[in-house]
């Protein structure tokens, strides 16, 4: 930082979720006294402007250091003060390796992908809570779309994020069911044509990555996406 680390961050909150970032990205360790000035001005984020810092964590989670970026932010605190479900996720033995997985599967994504859609980053952040939920088998569908809500109000409450990308994270979990079985499309190829579909795909390919799940069926649902016109 350029000047006194406390008096910038107490100007503009957001500075601190961008040291992390620019840290991990570059390959960086935070200077320990701008890591006390981020633990002591962490409580100041709860004034940024929620728009601004929503468009932080989605450049922060486009950028392929997300597992990184996150580990900083968790180890100073920042996570907990903004995202406090995930926070307790990240300090549990069971639950925080899957959440680097999850990270990392988005960080593996292909340059040429970027950037990613909203939707898919908060998948790739909240991917380890997702999963429980879907491999509670609950049925039908309202009841699955109910424990997604429950799952992720919390944080999303936190983020402001718009409903429009709520939405969207919702359809393209419910719609997973598609894929199951090493399912393949169909010759009439409705499901491909629907307007989410790119964005389940993704997730498709995301969860497999960050599972280990099979993606044998991946090449032919990307021919089939290839071949409806958007």
């Known amino acids: 930082t350029i ?13 601190m979720v ?11 360790e935070i200077e320990p006294a701008t890591r006390e000035a981020i633990q002591a001005c962490r409580t100041t984020l709860a004034s940024a402007n929620p ?10 989670l486009n950028q392929g250091a997300a597992a990184r970026s996150l580990a900083l932010l968790h180890e100073t605190g920042i ?22 997985a999850w990270l990392g599967a988005l960080d593996g994504f292909e340059a040429s992908s970027r950037p990613l859609p909203n939707a ?3 998948a790739g952040l909240f991917g380890a809570r997702i ?13 699955l779309s109910r424990l997604l809500w429950v799952a992720l109000e919390e944080d999303l409450k936190h983020m402001q994020v718009y409903r429009r990308d709520r939405n969207i994270l919702v359809r393209m979990v419910l719609s997973q069911h598609h894929f199951d079985g090493g399912a393949k499309p169909g010759p009439e190829n409705h499901f491909a044509s629907r307007d989410y579909f ?6 498709f390919e995301l969860r497999g990555r ?11 649902w990307r021919r089939a996406e290839a071949e409806v016109p958007r």
């Open 3 to 15: 000047g006194e680390p406390q008096e910038r961050f107490r100007e503009d909150p957001i500075r």
């Open 18 to 28: 961008r040291a992390a970032k620019f840290a991990a990205r570059l390959g960086f």
């Open 51 to 60: 728009s601004r810092l929503l468009e932080e964590w989605y450049r922060l």
């Open 79 to 100: 996570v907990a003060q903004i995202l406090p479900s995930l926070a307790r996720e990240m300090d549990d033995a069971t639950s925080a390796p899957r959440v680097q």
């Open 120 to 122: 898919l980053c908060l």
């Open 131 to 143: 999963e429980a939920v879907l491999a509670r088998q609950a049925s039908p569908e309202a009841d």
């Open 198 to 203: 790119p964005a389940a795909l993704d997730f």
């Open 210 to 220: 960050a599972c280990g799940t099979s993606l044998e069926t991946l090449p032919d």
